[in-house]
């Protein structure tokens, strides 16, 4: 079974340094059931395309039956079934276990050498030429659209020879978009064995553990979340119920309280459900900046219920790890989703939570990298702004300070938004494009800040992108 993976970036081969495979060499990687080859078939900087071809042994994959090494029932399950059978060719779950195997570190979106580039999207084009989809190409779209992906699945026919046969129960799988390598990999991971519905080993309860990790920042919002869930867990209803009850947690702690009264998902959305969710899109932003920046001590001010510090936390790029909220509450929600009492040591370690208000100096808010104010000010009475501002960039003076809020020109787009309603009945502004402009570009003069601003969502020619972000970096600050 084959997978290829290939960039346009520039330079393309610094795909190596993502993939931490170096373009020069051939690696092979001993598995349970045969043997992995990582290769590049091209390499410049043009262009870098790399290669993961599986070569399963089918008495290897037979023989681990007999060893202890329970399987979920699958068609193949008679005796010689276990030989004569398509898992030597079609990609399936013996694919996503060498995946796990040979990208682990890029898995978890590390890269020692391109640590900024890893936390960026950049163009990508994925292909499994034979992928057995139970479902056909159109579950293929359903499952990898939402994404961010643009999918072609080509059924591939019974034979060629003799096209009134029909199409084959395999598709030739084609993804292209603009996405993290990290991410990728991890869609792959979760969604191979998914379209194939069957997996070559017996599912048991840590499977819910893999399926979270796997799929943190992207399952909860998606809108095939319970049929991924099902096939994934091999159909196992109890390990189901398990899975879709913690993900409804952390969907709920996924945002503060304070911010679902208006369903922000951007127009274009709405028309097609197969696109990620404004939350989604700006948290990914976010990230990205703080990639960017070179940041490991990171603090979200505002955390909420600690959406963003589970991605912080999956990403160990970051040494240390803060969270501030004014709300008990969603530090404790934040607590929870992050399974701080579950951590191992050398994990929890890296983390703190503590109470805390933005409108006064709090010295443990100071020594910190970058910090994060997502979806934050707007809760503020704007005579308090000037508070805010004394504590976090006069006060703290984080060398990154990364900054979320609504554009209000862009409510225009929400049904059964009135004229100069806002967006949830706690917000106390909601700014332009223009007055946000004037604020970041203020607080940037006052506090010795150069200040990047630009949109998170679909760009609307007349109003904008819904989201605003800016970026301000400390101008005695030297990014790492």
Known sequence: MLLTLTTTHRPATDLGYLLVKHPDRVQSFNLPAGTAHFFYPEADAARCTAALLVDIDPQRLGAGRGRGRRQAATPESFTLGQYVNDRAYAASSLLSSALSTVFRSALRGESRDRPELAGTAIPLEVRVPVLRCRGGADLAVRLFAPLGW???????????????????????????????????????????????????????????????????????????????????????????????????????????????SVDETEPTAEKDSRRASLAVRRRGAVLAALAASGASRV???????????????????????????????????????????????????????????????????????????????????????????????????????????????????????????????????EWTRAEFADWVEGVAARYGYAATISGIGDDDPEVGAPTQLAVLTRKDETPR
């Open 299 to 429: 603090l979200d001010l505002g955390c909420g219920g600690g959406a963003l510090l589970t991605a912080l936390v999956a990403d160990r790029r970051y040494t240390e790890i803060g969270g501030t909220d004014v709300s008990i509450h969603a530090l404790s929600m934040a607590a929870r989703r992050l399974r701080l009492d579950r951590l191992p040591e050398r994990q929890r370690d890296r983390v703190r939570l503590w109470q805390s208000a933005l409108t006064y100096r709090d010295d443990r808010l100071r020594g910190w990298d970058a910090a994060v104010l997502m979806e934050v000010i707007e809760h503020l009475d704007p005579p308090r702004l000037p508070a805010l501002e004394d504590a976090v960039f006069g006060h703290a003076r984080p060398g990154t300070v990364v900054l979320t809020t609504p554009n209000v020109e862009y409510n225009v787009r929400y049904e059964g938004l009135g004229a100069g309603g806002f967006r949830h009945p706690d917000h106390r502004f």
């Open 150 to 260: 643009t999918v072609t699945a080509t059924p591939v026919p019974l034979d060629e020879q003799h096209p009134d046969w029909g199409d084959s129960r395999y598709v030739d799988l084609l993804l292209t978009g603009t996405v993290r390598v990290a991410d990728t990999l991890n869609h792959l991971y979760v969604l191979l064995p998914v379209l194939d519905d069957a997996k070559h080993y017996w599912v048991a309860p840590d499977e819910i553990d893999k399926l979270l990790r796997a799929g943190a920042g992207w399952l909860g919002d998606h809108p095939e979340r319970g049929l991924i869930t099902r096939r994934y867990l091999a159909h196992r209803r109890a390990l189901a119920e398990q899975a879709m009850a913690r993900l409804a947690e952390l969907r709920l702690a996924d945002e503060p309280p304070a911010d679902d």
